[in-house]
């Protein structure tokens, strides 16, 4: 069994998101429910114990999108404002227009998790489907950034996530992820694993969800739509409502799903980083969630919409809506969408035409000085 070191208060988290699972719309095995609420009983106890420890957390936004950044570099954080529908208080991923949130409802299912192929030793955090063999370094914020730092409990790897507004739309954050090989060999396989689960107001619990990718991504081991899986990258793997694994998919649904995304990097010399980077965002419509991951150059994304609003309008007839935005870039993928704002290079004539006027002013400025 892994080590587990756990940073800030361990146990009243556990206690609610547990809670949050048992009373979540996905189903659970009698005897998982009689394990669950054990260890909510133990779990209590333990919280009373470790009263007064604080974590390391920040709720971030750029005016547009609302990230709630827990201190192991997965979101979901209490202390937001309530939101509109449903009155959460938890945020995870938010659009401030209509302050709709997308994920902490029924259960804070958003995760990651590093691994290595050749030994299976992996960390991973999950506020609502469990955490192992993580162990913070450090954690820093600001009202619009955050960065968190962790590494393997046993000793291989060095994570560091830095959550900042996109530099080339409002309605994306980006995620640069950076992976040290910290074990002193060389890493053959290199994984890493992304979970999110779409619970997007104003109908939390049925949404839609479009998958695009899947197919050009090489580095893509697994796609499904499962935002309740373990964020340990060699958990075994299940589907929802009948998605097919690994497969591109356009407002499917309407269910309570999500994506979970499993990547295998290769090898990774020791001493040495790999970085990419991931999307978290939303827009008043599908058309403006798209044009923003053309911005940004997304490989590999998935969207959430809300039932009321399968075609992301922007309304669902009384009320507005949103579009919400997890992806990737940097995985070894294809564009899928192009820049719908590319830079047009000037016309040779006009480059010759400038050239040739900065040269004669040039020559005449030393011609003065002279």
């Known amino acids: 069994m892994p080590a587990y070191a756990h940073v800030g208060p361990p146990l009243v988290s556990e206690v609610?998101?547990?809670?949050?699972?048992?009373?979540?719309?996905?189903?659970?095995?009698?005897?998982?429910?009689?394990?669950?609420?054990?260890?909510?009983?133990?779990?209590s106890l333990g919280?009373?114990?470790?009263?007064?420890?604080?974590?390391?957390?920040?709720?971030?936004?750029?005016?547009?999108?609302?990230?709630?950044?827990?201190?192991?570099?997965?979101?979901?954080?209490?202390?937001?404002?309530?939101?509109?529908?449903?009155?959460?208080?938890?945020?995870?991923?938010?659009?401030?227009?209509?302050?709709?949130?997308?994920?902490?409802?029924?259960?804070?299912?958003?995760?990651?998790?590093?691994?290595?192929?050749?030994?299976?030793?992996?960390?991973?955090?999950?506020?609502?489907?469990?955490t192992?063999?993580?162990?913070?370094?450090?954690?820093?914020?600001?009202?619009s950034t955050a960065t968190s730092t962790v590494k393997l409990t046993s000793g291989?790897?060095?994570?560091?996530?830095?959550?900042?507004?996109?530099?080339?739309?409002?309605?994306?954050?980006?995620?640069n992820v950076a992976i040290t090989n910290t074990s002193g060999v060389d890493i053959a396989d290199l994984r890493y694993t992304r979970t999110f689960d779409w619970d997007i107001e104003p109908n939390a619990f049925s949404e839609v969800v479009t998958i695009s990718g899947t197919g050009t991504t090489a580095s893509l081991l697994k796609a499904t739509n499962n935002g309740f899986d373990s964020s340990n990258p060699f958990a075994s793997r299940s589907t929802r409502s009948?998605?097919?694994?690994?497969?591109?998919?356009?407002?499917?649904?309407?269910?309570?799903?999500?994506?979970?995304?499993?990547?295998?990097?290769?090898?990774?010399?020791?001493?040495?980083?790999?970085?990419?980077?991931?999307?978290?965002?939303?827009?008043?419509?599908?058309?403006?969630?798209?044009?923003?991951?053309g911005e940004v150059g997304a490989e590999l994304f998935s969207l959430g919409q809300p039932s009321s609003d399968p075609l992301g309008t922007g309304t669902n007839g009384s009320v507005d809506t949103a579009t919400f935005v997890f992806g990737f870039a940097n995985v070894g993928g294809t564009v899928i969408i192009p820049d719908p704002t590319p830079q047009v290079p000037l016309p040779a004539s006009v480059l010759f035409l400038t050239g040739g006027i900065a040269a004669l002013g040039a020559m005449r400025r030393m011609k003065k000085a002279a």
């Open 47 to 130: 919280a009373l114990m470790m009263a007064g420890s604080v974590s390391a957390q920040a709720i971030i936004d750029n005016g547009t999108v609302q990230l709630g950044v827990d201190e192991l570099g997965q979101l979901n954080v209490s202390g937001g404002t309530a939101s509109p529908v449903s009155g959460t208080t938890a945020v995870g991923l938010r659009h401030m227009p209509t302050g709709y949130e997308s994920t902490s409802h029924g259960c804070e299912c958003e995760g990651w998790g590093v691994g290595i192929g050749e030994t299976e030793v992996a960390g991973y955090a999950n506020n609502a489907i469990g």
């Open 242 to 293: 009948g998605y097919v694994e690994n497969t591109d998919v356009v407002d499917f649904g309407p269910a309570d799903h999500g994506a979970n995304f499993d990547f295998g990097f290769g090898a990774l010399a020791a001493g040495e980083t790999f970085e990419f980077s991931m999307f978290y965002g939303a827009a008043a419509t599908e058309a403006s969630a798209l044009d923003a991951l």
């Open 132 to 143: 192992a063999n993580l162990t913070g370094l450090s954690f820093t914020s600001t009202a």
């Open 16 to 43: 609610w998101h547990l809670m949050a699972i048992k009373h979540s719309s996905f189903e659970q095995p009698q005897t998982e429910r009689s394990f669950t609420m054990k260890y909510v009983a133990i779990a």
């Open 156 to 175: 291989e790897l060095e994570v560091t996530h830095s959550f900042a507004p996109s530099a080339s739309t409002s309605n994306l954050y980006e995620v």
